[in-house]
């Protein structure tokens, strides 16, 4: 029997019309959330990540203060955006999409940022706070496999999960929120220097997958009934397609579907909730900063 599969859209659009209800009682209280995001370049990917945003911020009924800035912007005249945009009451959320051109410290900018305002959860203070257990804006993507998980009423309290993956912005985010009361999970994180990668995740009540390379994971890696999150996005060959090519997680999807209880396909599966999640994180931070809990 094939496993279910998680509609990733659809719970990304019942997310999003929840915000868009909230966003509207807020603003009968003169409160409108606003993220700005800043887009320095034109690297494609980044414009069309930065399109997403904007879309979803006009469907929730958001403001939107995107800024656009050219390649040659200096590291100087980011920084002193960031200051500017930190001391701005009306613009609750801050946003600067990555990767940032050459001569540009990421980590500075990132720093920069008010934490307060780290929609994106990338900040140290946020970071420490997701480690520690407190309250702070959860990463996009991690937040969004578990509301996932949560839809799909795959049980986390107990369940031994294994993420495969120890980036800064999904793996080590997505383990450290696992491992958080509310979750409760036993975690492992396997990465590119783990030896008989199939032993752990054959042992996963659930397996996240965030390797950045196809066919990580195949069916004969997977726990019968294990719930498999695809993070991975790879653009592979395929001549019978107007764009030459189709996108493919990190999992082997058509062997894995038929041993996993249920799965996230790629496209339509992770994706689309870190958009969502991310404007919910606008809204908790327009609420916060007016003291609405």
């Known amino acids: 029997m094939s496993a279910v599969i998680i509609d990733g859209k659809a719970v990304a659009a ?23 995001v800043i887009l320095v370049g034109s690297d494609p990917a980044s414009v069309s990540y930065v399109t997403g945003k904007r879309k979803a ?6 403001q939107d203060r995107s800024i656009e ?8 005249e980011l920084l002193a955006l960031i200051r500017t945009l930190n001391e701005d009451n009306t613009v609750h959320g801050i946003l600067v999409q990555l990767p940032l051109p050459k001569g540009i410290d990421e980590e500075k900018v990132t720093e920069a940022i008010d934490p307060q305002k780290d929609v994106d959860g990338f900040h140290p203070y946020n970071v420490g706070m997701l480690a520690s257990g407190g309250t702070c804006f959860l990463p996009c993507t991690p937040h969004g496999i578990c509301e996932l998980l949560k839809r799909a009423h795959v049980k986390t309290d107990g369940a031994r999960a294994v993420v495969v993956g120890r ?27 783990t030896r008989d990668l199939a032993s752990y995740t054959r042992e996963a009540d659930i397996l996240v997958v965030a390797s950045g390379r196809p066919g990580t994971v195949t069916a004969d890696m997977v726990k019968p009934g294990a719930a498999v999150i695809d993070v991975g996005v790879n653009r592979i060959p395929d001549a019978s397609r107007k764009s030459g090519f189709r996108l493919v997680g990190d999992v082997d999807f058509d062997g894995v579907k038929e041993v996993a209880g249920c799965i996230t396909p790629v496209p339509g599966g992770v994706g689309p909730m870190t958009i969502a999640m991310l404007i919910s994180n606008t809204l908790e931070a327009a609420e916060r900063q007016n003291g609405i809990s």
Do not use: W
């Open 14 to 36: 019942d997310v999003k019309a929840d915000v868009a209800q909230k966003v509207a009682r807020l603003k009968e209280r003169g409160i409108v959330p606003c993220l700005a």
């Open 57 to 62: 911020l006009a469907e929730a009924g958001m």
């Open 69 to 76: 800035l050219p390649a040659d912007t200096t590291e100087k």
């Open 167 to 193: 980036s800064n912005i999904v793996g080590k985010p997505m383990a450290l929120l696992l491992l958080r009361r509310e979750y409760n999970a036993t975690v492992t994180v396997c990465h590119t220097g």
